[in-house]
């Protein structure tokens, strides 16, 4: 069984930075390709970003391209989201995500319990 755990998120206000993580355990973490996804209040939960196993496949959302980063430690069985350059339309649950395969912006397996990230205006 691959537990998914995130962790760093809070209030920031807009301009600011947070990074996230997020710790899997249980399977071999670099046999997946990871992901963030988001769910804002009211809205449908939309994909961030996603790296390959080896992270030399990166994809971002065009909402944060530009002002998100991710990366991943495989030692550490970590995966982590820089966030700058804040907006309140950022506001939102994150969760991480874990998947057998290529990266994918979609079909992913494994779920962690999300982690909320508010920013203010």
């Known amino acids: 069984q691959v537990q998914l755990v995130e962790s760093g998120g809070g209030l920031v206000q807009a301009g600011g930075s947070l990074r996230l993580s997020c710790v899997v355990s249980?399977?071999?973490?670099?046999?997946?390709?990871m992901a963030w996804f988001r769910q804002a209040p009211g809205k449908e939960r939309e994909f961030v970003a996603a790296?390959?196993?080896?992270?030399?496949?990166?994809k971002y959302s065009d909402s944060v391209k530009g002002r998100f980063t991710l990366s991943r430690d495989n030692v550490a069985n970590t995966v982590y989201l820089q966030m700058s350059s804040l907006k309140p339309e950022d506001t939102a649950i994150y969760y991480c995500?874990?998947?057998?395969?290529?990266?994918?912006?979609?079909?992913?397996?494994?779920w962690g319990q999300g982690t909320q990230v508010t920013v203010s205006s």
């Open positions: 790296s390959s196993w080896s992270a030399d496949s990166i």
């Open positions: 249980g399977r071999t973490f670099n046999a997946y390709a």
């Open positions: 995500a874990a998947r057998t395969g290529i990266v994918s912006d979609s079909r992913y397996t494994y």
